[in-house]
């Protein structure tokens, strides 16, 4: 006979359960449903992160530079030193075959007398004192002994020198690693963020920087005398690039970072200064208050110094400012970066 039981109701605390479970899955359905997507940055938010990005990146560019230029430096310093190691070596292979002739000239006549066998002993510091002692050579001896042991300490010294000098480089050589990576990670990141504008925003920025530019230039045109003769015929050099793009790392003649452009700009007036902006602050004369500039004047921005360009008058400046710009003139007020001093060259 069929069970006509009746099927087990569900308790009260369970049904309570499923109830608050299905609201709150409702609520949070709705919830999403209704949520605002997330906001796409401003135009002028996009422009503000990427300065910033651009600025360290220039930093980091000119910490580049150093380790660059450092390396050059090392590496010529290398060259030197084991071109005169090579020489040196010559020089102690001939002094040595000198007396092995001589000593090869008495074994043949039965006549090599213990000065000789002395002269040749495996420690020549040893025998000299002992020599000395027994006046058993003669002054020529001695003084060709003495040059040998000048010779053998000198090329020593300059195997150490180079062996240093070698760790150095390598070191410098993984900062020059470390700073390229760095730059690009920086400037890629901008990219990234460039790349959310749209094209009627992209331009609006292209448009805003391009009338600014032009604003200063005017403001700079007619500023005063330059500062002197090779300041000028520098500025001259340097406002014959007006247009040439910023690449970090570059330094001429078709583009330029800030410092490539100052040192590359002097180059041409027949005047040579240091590739990097810091070492840039450190030459001339020192000139404290933009009311003392004069036009050709360098001027150096940031705690850091790691921003250089000329002074151009009427508080303007003509240098290469960042990535995705051009060489121009610009108000030192928009430059982004305090104003530490000038620099009279």
């Not at 569900?10 to 997507?37: C, F, G, Y």
Request: include cysteine; aromatic fraction near 6%; proline fraction near 3%.
């Amino acid at each position: 006979m069929a069970s006509h039981r009746r099927p087990k109701q569900p308790s009260r605390a369970r049904v309570t359960v499923l109830t608050t479970a299905a609201a709150a899955a409702v609520a949070i359905s709705s919830q999403a449903a209704n949520a605002a997507p997330s906001e796409k940055p401003s135009k002028d938010e996009v422009k503000a992160k990427v300065d910033k990005l651009y600025q360290e990146a220039e930093q980091a560019t000119e910490k580049y530079n150093g380790a660059k230029e450092k390396q050059e430096k090392l590496q010529k310093e290398i060259s030197t030193i084991q071109d005169n190691v090579a020489r040196g070596q010559e020089d102690l292979n001939e002094m040595r075959d000198s007396i092995g002739l001589a000593a090869a000239a008495q074994y043949r006549t039965g006549s090599m007398d213990s000065s000789v066998q002395l002269f040749l002993s495996s420690d020549p510091d040893d025998y000299l004192d002992k020599a000395s002692t027994l006046d058993q050579l003669s002054s020529q001896q001695v003084e060709s002994l003495k040059k040998i042991q000048d010779k053998q300490r000198e090329l020593a010294q300059d195997r150490a020198e180079a062996t240093e000098k070698l760790k150095d480089l390598a070191s410098t050589r993984t900062e020059l690693g470390n700073k390229k990576k760095e730059v690009q990670d920086k400037l890629a990141e901008a990219q990234k963020l460039l790349n959310t504008l749209t094209a009627q925003e992209k331009a609006a920025l292209t448009a805003e920087q391009e009338r600014a530019s032009r604003s200063s230039e005017r403001t700079a045109l007619g500023s005063g005398a330059p500062a002197s003769g090779r300041a000028a015929a520098a500025y001259a050099a340097a406002q014959s690039k007006i247009g040439s793009p910023y690449v970090w790392g570059a330094a001429g003649p078709n583009s330029f970072d800030c410092s490539g452009f100052t040192s590359w700009a002097f180059a041409q007036a027949g005047v040579s200064i240091p590739r990097v902006s810091q070492d840039q602050a450190m030459i001339g004369t020192r000139i404290n208050s933009v009311a003392d500039l004069k036009v050709g004047d360098l001027v150096l921005f940031a705690n850091d110094l790691h921003h250089v360009g000329f002074y151009a008058g009427n508080g303007q400046i003509l240098h290469s400012p960042r990535t995705g710009a051009y060489v121009r003139y610009e108000s030192m007020k928009t430059i982004g970066e305090p104003f530490r001093w000038g620099v009279r060259v």
